[in-house]
């Protein structure tokens, strides 16, 4: 069993900054691709951000220059700085990993519970 649990999000006003962690645990055998995704109210979940295992990224054109996203591999946890934060911002964020388990053959999409991050005007 392979579970994400994310952890950081909170209330936070306009300009202020919030780190995201995601951390995977369970019966890892591999993980490739971990990103962070967002919900708002009422829109599609979008990607924020990615990192493959060999640290190459890909970020949304509305959080580049604002967000980095960054990984420990020790760890089995990946991290979204997120700086210069705007009300837009504001949605359920969740953590994806492809991840092979431990008694799998291939690699599947896991996902986190979401925690939410509120940005006020």
């Known amino acids: 069993q392979v579970q994400l649990v994310e952890s950081g999000g909170g209330l936070v006003q306009a300009g202020e900054s919030l780190r995201l962690s995601c951390a995977a645990s369970?019966?890892?055998?591999?993980?490739?691709?971990m990103g962070w995704y967002r919900q708002a109210p009422g829109k599609q979940r979008e990607l924020v951000a990615r990192?493959?295992?060999?640290?190459?990224?890909n970020y949304a054109d509305s959080v580049k220059g604002r967000f980095t996203i960054s990984r420990d591999n020790a760890k089995n946890t990946v991290y979204l700085q997120m700086n210069s934060l705007k009300p837009e911002d504001t949605a359920v964020y969740y953590c994806?990993?492809?991840?092979?388990?431990?008694?799998?053959?291939?690699?599947?999409?896991?996902w986190g519970q979401g925690t939410q991050v509120t940005v006020s005007s």
């Open positions: 994806n990993g492809i991840i092979q388990g431990s008694s799998s053959r291939g690699y599947r999409d896991y």
């Open positions: 369970g019966s890892i055998f591999s993980i490739n691709t």
């Open positions: 990192i493959s295992s060999g640290g190459s990224t």
